[in-house]
């Protein structure tokens, strides 16, 4: 049976960093695109990052130059390194693997195959 499992999300103050993590069980990294949603209360879904199984990565233009994606297959982990946070960052982070790969279509979800239950990142003074 295949699980996502995020885990790092937590009440951070503006400007500040968190880490998060999505653990992979019951399939293989390598051959998957791994990438990372979110959604905030009353809004719309939105693809925040995502890497390839060859290491290309994409981002939200929200997000550029502030979050890294970052993978690790032998841990079976994928990581979303946030920093300068801001209150529009608060959202529910989920993480997703597609086995077709980062398609075009990657941040509307199409192509991802399975997905975590999410975890709550609340940036609030």
């Known amino acids: 049976q295949v699980q996502l499992v995020e885990s790092g999300g937590g009440l951070v103050q503006p400007g500040g960093s968190l880490r998060l993590s999505c653990s992979a069980y019951?399939?293989?990294?390598?051959?998957?695109?791994m990438c990372w949603f979110r959604q905030a209360p009353g809004k719309e879904r939105e693809g925040v990052s995502c890497i390839s199984n060859d290491e290309s990565t994409d981002y939200a233009d929200s997000v550029k130059g502030r979050f890294t994606i970052s993978r690790h297959n032998a841990k079976n982990q994928v990581y979303l390194q946030m920093n300068s946070l801001t209150p529009e960052d608060t959202a529910v982070y989920y993480c997703?693997?597609?086995?077709?790969?980062?398609?075009?279509?990657?941040?509307?979800?199409?192509?991802?195959?399975?997905w975590g239950k999410g975890t709550l990142v609340t940036v609030s003074s």
């Open positions: 997703a693997a597609g086995a077709q790969g980062m398609g075009v279509m990657w941040r509307y979800g199409y192509g991802m195959d399975y």
């Open positions: 019951g399939l293989t990294l390598d051959y998957y695109a």
